[in-house]
């Protein structure tokens, strides 16, 4: 103790001088609540300096805190969970009250009115908390563990539970929902959650343990645990406090179990498939369904009322079938008959005599492409009817660790694992050589220690690492010389079929875009002090944060060619005709390394003015600085500026080093300052009615695919994009 002690005063006050000098928009609040009330007599006189002792009744973890002059009493940083209460004093009788509740960013208000006698004699008092918050202005809403279980969850994505909240809409399909649900849970790193109050559905800062969980390039989650391993979420929506930002439109907590003294556990399995499912009114068959999603969690005492263990693990495997129709040419128009629909000779102006096509003109790629990869009707008329089964294997499991060292120091270590491998073989286009491939690891960890200095001096320090690896998208790998196109893949890694889209029919070959890697990482140090004294609750802290995104997207390697009818009439006789409207064919280096560095620090005062009326004032300061690349591959644009660093860009086409062209190619803002200022009000002094109001300045950020990737890899001079539009004059 005498070694590790000095140790844990060095680290945390290392911590708060590179805070308090350094000072992101990130959002460090904590995944715990708070216990407070008064003690007084039964003549309602306040009951200065009793003792409140706080123990878990699940860990057996106790704390003990003092009631100040005016018999007020406040624990902060408390873990979510079931707690019994004693409050006593020399010449009192100890009163107990015990399933005390404390919910995550809440605060539960336990009151003791004492009775005199000896201590030893105790009153247990068994009427329940008051379930008004009077002392925190701040909105949100617990969803608790009973909700997250017990409410049916299609793919168990808890985040669906926000829309319980007012003010919480999952997004639409267009920005990343599912007929208006939000994105299937588990190990996926496609999840965008959703607007809170009328903001952006990227507007929200999502926390695990109080952790930084928040994916650097969607913004969206790392990995979502499964809801058996939940204890339970908060979604703050309004007037939170100076400790938390990052975004503006919600902060959302999650809180993972934890282990007890008593083994507890739960299996699943949840299965859905084509029994029960309807045929689509299109399909020749009713496509395939089999669903199965699956797992256990299993908590453990490992040293009593010391050391606890829990763990889970989540198996998903979807194969969906997908139904699609798209008109394709049938057998005559093959050959270049098309029957009472007039063609257009391109070369003459008039029609072809019976609007066929002679054999001799259509172009030997159109033919290697049908005769490869599109089929003929088999629905009827134009018409190609397929159901092609979707794939989605996903794993993750994870395991946490609570440590009670002693009175003064408790642990928390938390390592997550998430791994997803899809398959969709509509993604790349209506007939693609192959499905498209999508391949993702993700991971978290964190180690938190929570120290109590004093009865009224709380410390936590924590340091967490997330990474998300993977290739959202494949190709095949052919070469185009083999189907008789007379160039090859710019880039030999996005080899593959070049995209063909037939206005009116359909689109066949590979993804235009390579996404062929992505990866980004985020180290988060944090320290949040708590001090209490008087009619005050004092909380500092600050966050370090170094990110980190990897990106490699390859551009239209392959080329895309459109046919549109401008010479014929009709798009598939163009197509035949190998006429295109339009060639598109990028070319250069399509990676991105790109780093930043995020800082804040804040400060905040929760003051009881009166048994009723708590003021709630803060200052919180952001510093987010621009992501930089490791080769400065990234562009602006000022209008009227000529680059120096690249000659021959156009006019207002600027890089990093050009004249107020800054590496990041935005200066940083240093002029976030966010003050908070709120009161709550307990009219009745009863706790069953509150009043609230606040004000505050709350800043916004940008996903990393907004601010960094898409500044340079789709620009020049990184990625040239060739674009001929062809009128009839250029064909050849």
Request: charged share 15%.
């Amino acid at each position: 103790m005498r070694d590790f002690l000095p140790f844990k005063v060095c680290l945390s006050l290392a911590l708060c001088c590179v805070f308090h000098f350094l000072g992101n928009p990130i959002a460090f609040g904590q995944a715990t609540g708070q216990i407070s009330g008064v003690v007084s007599d039964s003549s309602g006189s306040v009951v200065p300096k009793a003792v409140v002792t706080i123990t878990n009744s699940e860990t057996s973890e106790s704390r003990n805190v003092l009631a100040g002059a005016d018999g007020f009493y406040v624990a902060p940083l408390m873990n979510p969970g079931i707690y019994k209460i004693e409050a006593g004093l020399a010449g009192f009788k100890t009163t107990v009250r015990d399933g005390i509740q404390v919910t995550v960013n809440g605060t539960a208000r336990v009151d003791f009115s004492l009775a005199v006698g000896a201590t030893r004699d105790q009153v247990t008092v068994t009427s329940g908390q008051s379930l008004i918050q009077t002392d925190d202005s701040t909105l949100g809403i617990v969803v608790d563990h009973a909700k997250i279980i017990d409410l049916p969850l299609n793919g168990r994505n808890f985040t669906q539970l926000g829309t319980l909240i007012p003010g919480v809409l999952a997004p639409p399909a267009s920005l990343g929902g599912s007929d208006g649900n939000a994105t299937v849970g588990g190990a996926s790193p496609n999840t965008t959650g959703f607007s809170v109050n009328g903001q952006r559905n990227q507007s929200n800062s999502f926390e695990l343990d109080g952790a930084d969980n928040n994916d650097t390039f969607n913004s969206g989650f790392v990995l979502r645990p499964p809801p058996d391993a939940i204890q339970e979420f908060k979604i703050l929506t309004h007037s939170y406090a100076a400790e938390y930002g990052r975004n503006a439109g919600s902060i959302v907590n999650v809180v993972t179990k934890e282990g007890t003294n008593e083994f507890h556990g739960a299996a699943w399995e949840f299965n859905r498939n084509s029994v029960m499912q309807a045929k689509n009114y299109f399909a020749t068959q009713k496509p395939a369904l089999n669903q199965n999603q699956f797992g256990a969690t299993l908590g453990a005492p490992v040293i009593k009322d010391r050391l606890f263990a829990f763990g889970f693990y989540e198996g998903f495997r979807n194969t969906q079938g997908e139904t699609q129709t798209v008109p394709v040419l049938t057998a005559l128009e093959r050959s270049g008959n098309f029957g009472s629909n007039t063609i257009i000779d391109p070369t003459t102006g008039v029609a072809f005599a019976n609007n066929t096509i002679p054999t001799s003109r259509i172009n030997t790629i159109a033919t290697n492409l049908l005769n490869t990869y599109i089929p003929l009707p088999n629905a009827g008329g134009t018409s190609y009817t397929k159901s092609p089964s979707t794939l989605d294997d996903r794993d993750q499991f994870g395991i946490r660790l609570d440590y009670n060292v002693n009175s003064k120091h408790t642990l928390l270590g938390r390592y997550m694992y998430g791994r997803q491998n899809a398959s969709d073989p509509l993604a790349p286009s209506n007939f693609a050589p192959v499905s498209n491939q999508a391949h993702f690891l993700l991971q978290d960890s964190m180690l938190s220690d929570t120290w109590i200095l004093r009865s009224n001096m709380v410390n936590v320090a924590r340091m967490n690492d997330n990474r998300i690896s993977g290739t959202p998208n494949s190709m095949s790998g052919i070469n185009a010389t083999t189907l008789g196109f007379q160039y090859s893949a710019s880039n030999p890694v996005g080899a593959g079929v070049p995209f063909m889209t037939v206005a009116g029919f359909f689109t066949a070959g590979d993804n235009q875009f390579d996404f062929a890697q992505r990866t980004n990482n985020t180290i988060s140090m944090t320290d949040d002090f708590t001090w209490i004294f008087g009619k005050h609750s004092i909380k500092i802290g600050g966050e370090i944060d170094h990110q980190s995104m990897g990106i490699a997207f390859i551009n239209r390697p392959n080329g895309d060619f459109t046919f549109t009818g401008q010479y014929t009439g009709n798009a598939a006789a163009d197509f035949l005709l190998g006429f295109p409207a339009q060639f598109r064919q990028a070319s250069g280096d399509p990676n991105l390394n790109g780093t930043a560095w995020s800082y804040a620090i804040y400060a905040q005062d929760e003051f009881r003015l009166t048994s009723r009326l708590t003021l709630n004032y803060g200052l919180r300061y952001e510093v987010s600085p621009p992501f930089v690349d490791a080769l400065n591959h990234l562009n602006a644009f000022h209008t009227g500026q000529q680059s120096t660093i690249n000659p021959d860009a156009p006019t207002g086409l600027v890089f990093p080093g050009d004249k107020g062209v800054p590496r990041g190619t935005y200066s940083t803002d240093y002029g976030n300052v966010a003050p908070r200022l709120a009161a709550t009000w307990d009219p009745t002094g009863k706790g069953t009615t509150n009043i609230r109001a606040a004000w505050g300045i709350f800043y916004d950020t940008t996903p990393g695919q907004g601010n960094f990737f898409q500044n340079g890899t789709l620009a020049a001079p990184y990625q040239y994009l060739t674009q001929l539009d062809l009128p009839l004059d250029q064909q050849t």
